[in-house]
């Protein structure tokens, strides 16, 4: 298999739920944000946009998130990472598209783009909550009315590790069966 496959840079992915805190450029992670929107897109809606949060936009999501919880103090998720990329599902109107299938090309311009940040060297894991749906939470990212925030990718630098753990292996012969014949047919 060529080096620098896709099957060997999905194979290799892992969570990092840990990061350093270096982090991409905004030139580097436009770079991959227009790999990563070569999604398959019915009708090439375009449904989906990312807003890129460091620094104190973090800071205001954490307040955010602590209105939306009814907490008092900010909350400190966001700080975990110096990254945080918001992946927002931005339906149009279509008649030919329903909403769900829109959902679904934002979620995968957020997965491929997480692929491509940890093939570049980037720990990233996607974070989601409860509080995703949560009017605080989709003011302070100023969504508008069309739209729904899917989660955050967060994005660090990989720290070192003397061990990385293995993932569980996916059993694709269970997982993957023909369609069932029918009496009729």
Do not use: C, F
């Not at 998720?77 to 149009?92: G, H």
């Amino acid at each position: 298999m060529p080096s620098g496959s896709a099957l060997e840079a999905v194979r290799a992915r892992r969570s990092w739920s840990k990061v350093t805190d270096e982090a991409p450029t905004h030139g580097e992670l436009l770079t991959l944000v227009a790999a990563a929107g070569r999604v398959a897109d019915h009708s090439s809606l375009q449904p989906w946009r990312l807003i890129e949060l460091r620094g104190s936009d973090r800071e205001r999501l954490g307040r955010a998130i602590a209105k939306a919880q009814g907490d008092k103090s900010p909350s400190t998720k966001p700080l975990r990472a110096p990254l945080l990329i918001a992946v927002v599902a931005s339906y149009k109107k279509s008649d030919k598209v329903p909403r769900w299938e829109q959902e679904t090309v934002a979620s995968g311009v957020a997965h491929v783009l997480s692929l491509l940040l940890d093939e570049a060297g980037w720990g990233v894991i996607w974070r989601t909550g409860g509080y995703t749906r949560a009017k605080a939470v989709a003011k302070a990212h100023g969504l508008d009315k069309n739209e729904q925030l899917l989660g955050w990718l967060y994005v660090g630098g990989k720290p070192p590790r003397e061990r990385l753990g293995r993932r569980k292996a996916v059993e694709a012969r269970k997982l993957v069966s023909r369609m069932p014949t029918s009496k009729k047919d």
